[in-house]
């Protein structure tokens, strides 16, 4: 693996629970870039050396239909990483496409298609 892509559309800032497995990335040989919405912590942020991208927030208050909540961030979010130039570039040369939480879901199921090379994964992979 030499190029992962790690993306987090979720209202959390990603956290030291990346830090191990970027650490293992870059030891076995791997570029690491990190799409997000929120600022890493200060720790993650150190790690990656600046292969961060942020990504803009939509900022919407999420939608309820009865019971079912929808959050309105996931799916333009989504879109949005595949229609920029630069974090569709990093995309489409990745090896690695890892959703870190839940929200970043349907971006890596959407990067996949695009990229049909890339394992996609929920989480860092062990």
Do not use: C, Q
């Not at 650490?23 to 799409?35: C, D």
């Not at 942020?45 to 999420?62: K, M």
């Amino acid at each position: 693996m030499t190029h992962a892509v790690l993306v987090s559309l979720g209202p959390a800032a990603p956290g030291d629970a990346l830090l191990a497995g970027v650490a293992a990335l870059r030891a076995s040989g791997a570029t690491v870039h990190l799409l997000t919405r929120t600022p890493p912590v200060p720790a993650l942020a150190a790690a990656l050396n600046g292969d961060l991208v942020r990504l803009p927030s939509l900022r919407r208050a999420p939608l309820a239909v009865g019971k079912l909540r929808l959050d309105p961030n996931r799916l333009p979010g989504a879109v949005r990483l595949l229609l920029r130039r630069e974090t569709r570039r990093l995309v489409t040369d990745a090896d690695l496409i890892a959703a870190v939480d839940v929200a970043a879901l349907p971006a890596a199921w959407l990067a996949a298609r695009l990229n049909r090379h890339a394992t996609a994964t929920h989480g860092l992979p062990t």
